[in-house]
């Protein structure tokens, strides 16, 4: 129970890192408000949580959207008074090098996976300090301290969230509110089973994702949910107590290499 009476907000949390983190957060004690865009599968993810014994409230959000941004932590406090945590999980994954990533693409990419971010963050953080504290962790990438092809705006935007996360980190330290990221490697979520997301047209296989990932991440896999899920618990625990500003990669050993 190391998150028992703390309330936090996990978005994205309709499936991946975001639901694992969800159900794991609701393991430890938390009260959890959880957004989404797939209204099924937030209100499922809800009713498993709430069977864990803790309050859940699901609420449909897109995160690009100030006003979904301002709705979820109203909602947040209408219903617990408090905010203790914040996981900043929502973000989307998208491809191209600087010469064929569209207007479009890099707007859409730095509204979910930035702005996103800093919106929520600078919605909570009053809250926070009057309570004394509290901790957010953005869910950054392994490509948050490395870079890779054919992914130029999704690898800039983590870039970003990796700096947004120290410099937030170092200007409310003294506030008792500490802001550290996760920073997964390939991990496998719903997005490695979509068409075309590797080379070809057919969905990948959890057979041909293993052997995609044994030739190039050293753990010979692609990392769980849940294994993710695990990091952020101890980021958002008083297990880290000590621990601000910190970019936790959780890759396999894929940035050793």
């Known amino acids: 129970m190391r998150l028992k009476d703390k309330v936090a907000i996990i978005t994205g949390a ?12 609701a393991e430890e004690g938390a009260d959890l408000v959880v957004t989404g865009r797939r209204v099924r599968l937030g209100k499922a993810v809800e009713a498993e949580c709430r069977s864990k ?24 406090l209408k219903e617990f008074n408090r905010i203790d945590i914040l996981f900043n999980n929502a973000g989307i994954v998208t491809k191209g090098t600087a010469e064929t990533t569209s207007e479009e693409v890099w707007k859409e990419t730095f509204d979910v996976n930035v702005t996103a971010v800093w919106r929520m963050s600078r919605l909570v953080l009053p809250h926070m300090k009057r309570q004394g504290g509290g901790v957010i962790v953005n869910n950054g990438s392994d490509w948050s301290v490395v870079a890779g092809r054919d992914a130029f705006p999704y690898i800039m935007s983590k870039g970003a969230v990796g700096m947004m996360t120290k410099a ?8 008792g509110i500490r802001v550290n990221a996760v920073c997964p490697g390939d991990t496998f ?17 959890l057979e041909e994702a293993i052997k995609v990932s044994s030739a190039y991440i050293p753990l010979g896999r692609f990392g769980k949910p849940e294994e993710i899920a695990n990091a952020v618990l101890f980021l958002a625990s008083d297990e880290s107590s000590f621990v601000t500003g910190h970019l936790l990669l959780v890759d396999g050993g894929n940035t050793a290499q």
């Open 14 to 25: 309709t499936s991946g890192i975001g639901k694992a983190t969800a159900l794991r957060f």
């Open 53 to 76: 014994g803790v309050r859940c409230v699901f609420v449909e959000a897109d995160h690009s959207k100030v006003e979904d941004c301002q709705r979820v932590v109203e909602a947040a």
């Open 168 to 175: 937030m980190a170092l200007d409310f330290a003294r506030d």
């Open 189 to 205: 979520v719903d997005r490695w089973m979509e068409k075309g997301y590797f080379e070809g047209s057919d969905p990948v296989t």
